[in-house]
């Protein structure tokens, strides 16, 4: 995948497989525009394809880690640095142009980083807020900085969390607390956060980066095919009957029991050893 500086945000590589994307510019709250979405869905795509990228981790610059949408730049490009791709109109100029901008940009942001078959982890260092906190929140793991404070907040400007928050929120705290969450406009901090089932961890802030970097190389370490079919299966899971749910993980245990790792696995246990999983991957370490 690319790394350098983008449009607000840089990617950096670490061995092994371990992505950052680091939102850069704290003076805005690493507050997000469309050539942002738009280099961020990309950056997702080639993390996707990219054999040598195992894990994504999401982090921000300052005292924010994303706090929503910057409106006053929706209507410019936005950003120093080149983009990943070409400036297009950001929409919203009509009901259309709304759902078009919706639809293919800030929904598709969200859904990107749900559809990465590899493992995403927040590393929340300050304010999440709407847009910034879908993003945190469609990611696997969510580790909060004690500082940081996270909310929805739509309804102060007469808007709504069209990103997909709603869901993303029903899905982590269910239908009462979503509801008082979002109609009282809630701003919490990390403690409550964690309460709410919001963020798996709370952690002192100067320990967040390392905290993260120590769950990344856990998940970078692990079994890659069996953990991508496993992280597909769960989420596919909440969407399906029981009987469903049985018959899709089969059909991905048909292919997990016949790769190597498994044959490691078992050798490793057997041997009391720690497994020596990746094998395929070997050539990007």
Known sequence: MDTGKFTGFEVTLQKPGIAWIEFNEPDKLNGMNTRKKRDLIETLIQAQMDDAVRVVCFIGQGRGFCAGDDLSAYTSAGGDSAGLVPDIHPGHD???????????????????????????????????????LSLALACDFKIAAKQAKLGSATLRFGLLPDEGGQFLLLQHMGLTKTLDFVMRKR???ADEALSLGLVNEVVPDAELRSSVEALAMEMAQGPQVAMRLLKQSVYQAANLTFEQACEE???????????????????????KRSPEFNEWLKKYE
């Open 187 to 189: 701003i919490v901090s």
């Open 94 to 132: 009509s009901p259309m142009g709304t759902y078009n901008a919706l639809k293919h940009i800030s929904q598709a942001l969200n859904q990107a980083i749900r559809k990465l078959d590899k493992i995403t982890i927040a590393a929340i260092n300050g304010i999440a807020i709407q847009t910034g």
């Open 249 to 271: 993980i089969a059909a991905k245990t048909a292919i997990s029991d016949h790769h190597p790792d498994t044959k490691e696995g078992v050798a490793s246990f057997r041997e």
